[in-house]
């Protein structure tokens, strides 16, 4: 039985984690939050990949670069709903809103178009299928830790062509990849559940170097992983929600309404 039970995703542990103070405010209080084109940017780039390995690798890059241009309107559009507000949208560096537009949608362009040339339908990492005839791309996963849940969705399972070993791999447009092993290894977990093989490494395929960056994922045992949502668990439940201001505040989506930005 999973009704009535509380569900937590591998994002909302690395928000809290980053700082508790803004999981409160942005899941509590539900604060208007700041917007910020890279949001869209990555979400495009998604969906736009997603395409691609739906099609085994044989389309051309036309049909996913639509889908990216399609994605990015549709979210654009969403988003300025969402906040109207341009003073409330953040860029990097000293750019305008504009010209971050510009620049954003050309890179998410070229980030499909690299990805899809790294990625030929031949290649040694190629989607696994965990149902035959299906590429495993957007696998969900619900992880039973008995007074909670973890959901979420893997971006893609990976089978290495040499090995026959399968690993989650997440897509990243950002500037960073993450530090903590919270989703990897999460996802590490969920694999295991599904397929019942061991998953020994995970990987981030980094669009803005073109790399496919591995995370040896032996550590994140089940018990390792349910302890980190347990602890959130717990600290949830007992209103505990400290700040962590600091370099998180630069991006936080909710640092106009805090009283301890930095
Ligand atoms: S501005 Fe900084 S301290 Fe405040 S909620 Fe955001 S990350 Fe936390």
Request: aromatic share 14%; charged share 25%; hydrophobic share 35%.
């Amino acid at each position: 039985m999973t009704e009535g039970k509380r569900r937590y995703s591998p994002s909302r542990l690395q928000t809290y984690t980053t700082c508790g103070h803004a999981y409160y405010l942005e899941k509590f209080v539900r604060e208007p939050q700041r917007q910020a084109v890279w949001f869209i940017q990555g979400t495009a780039v998604h969906s736009a990949i997603e395409a691609y390995e739906r099609s085994f690798r044989m389309s051309a890059p036309e049909m996913p670069l639509e889908v990216f241009e399609a994605t990015w309107h549709l979210e654009m559009e969403k988003a300025y709903k969402e906040q109207p507000d341009e003073s409330m949208w953040m860029v990097g560096g000293r750019r305008k809103l504009s010209t971050d537009r510009e620049k954003r949608f050309e890179m998410g362009r070229n980030q499909v178009l690299d990805y899809i040339g790294y990625h030929a339908p031949d290649g040694r990492m190629r989607p696994a299928e965990i149902v035959p005839g299906e590429p495993a791309v957007e696998v969900g996963f619900e992880l039973d830790f008995g007074e909670f849940l973890c959901i979420g969705y893997i971006d893609m399972v990976v089978e290495d062509q040499e090995t026959g070993l399968w690993f989650p791999e997440d897509w990243k447009t950002g500037s960073k990849l993450p530090v903590d092993p919270f989703q990897i290894g999460t996802y590490g977990i969920a694999l295991k559940e599904l397929t019942g093989q061991e998953v020994p490494w995970g990987g981030y395929w980094d669009c803005r170097n073109n790399e496919l960056v591995t995370k040896d994922l032996t550590p994140y045992t089940k018990d390792v992983v349910g302890n980190w949502y347990r602890q959130f668990h717990e600290g949830i439940k007992a209103g505990v929600f400290l700040p962590n201001p600091g370099d998180a505040c630069f991006t936080c989506t909710v640092k106009p309404t805090c009283v301890y930005a930095a």
